[in-house]
């Protein structure tokens, strides 16, 4: 095989397997040391995540958006009449940042999720293989 082919084979497998049943959860960086924009690896790879409509970004930006979300935090949690109340406070940084609550507890099924006292849709989904039912 080719070095062109063994790259696209590899990345091929690591993102069908993110976004396959397996809903491996990753940050994939390759070091090229490229001299050129057009190198046959870096163009394998994105190729790879672009048929997939995965984003490739630079390092830098991943990094911002990673320090955005560590720094990033739920405050003080309040139950009260089977209503859960929790502010988050997103950190700089933090762009497109997603919640996740799970949709079932003891006291039953989340029904509705608002912001400021006004509805905002969700999506449920369940995450990983766990079967674990998540918004």
Do not use: C
Not at 27 to 38: L, Y
Not at 91 to 120: E, K, Q, Y
Request: hydrophobic content about 40%; proline content about 4%; overall charge neutral.
């Amino acid at each position: 095989m080719n070095p062109r082919s063994v790259i696209a084979a590899f990345t091929d497998a690591v993102l069908d397997k993110a976004l396959g049943a397996e809903g491996y959860y990753g940050v994939f960086t390759a070091n090229m040391h490229t001299d050129t924009a057009n190198h046959t690896g870096s163009n394998a790879i994105i190729a790879s995540a672009q048929a997939r409509d995965i984003p490739v970004v630079s390092s830098r930006q991943m990094l911002t958006w990673i320090d955005g979300r560590n720094n990033s935090v739920f405050g003080n949690m309040t139950w009260n009449n089977n209503q859960l109340s929790l502010p988050i406070t997103a950190s700089s940084g933090a762009v497109n940042l997603r919640a996740m609550l799970p949709m079932f507890s003891m006291d039953g099924r989340l029904s509705s999720v608002t912001m400021n006292n006004n509805a905002i849709p969700y999506t449920e989904q369940t995450v990983k293989r766990d079967g674990i039912r998540l918004l």
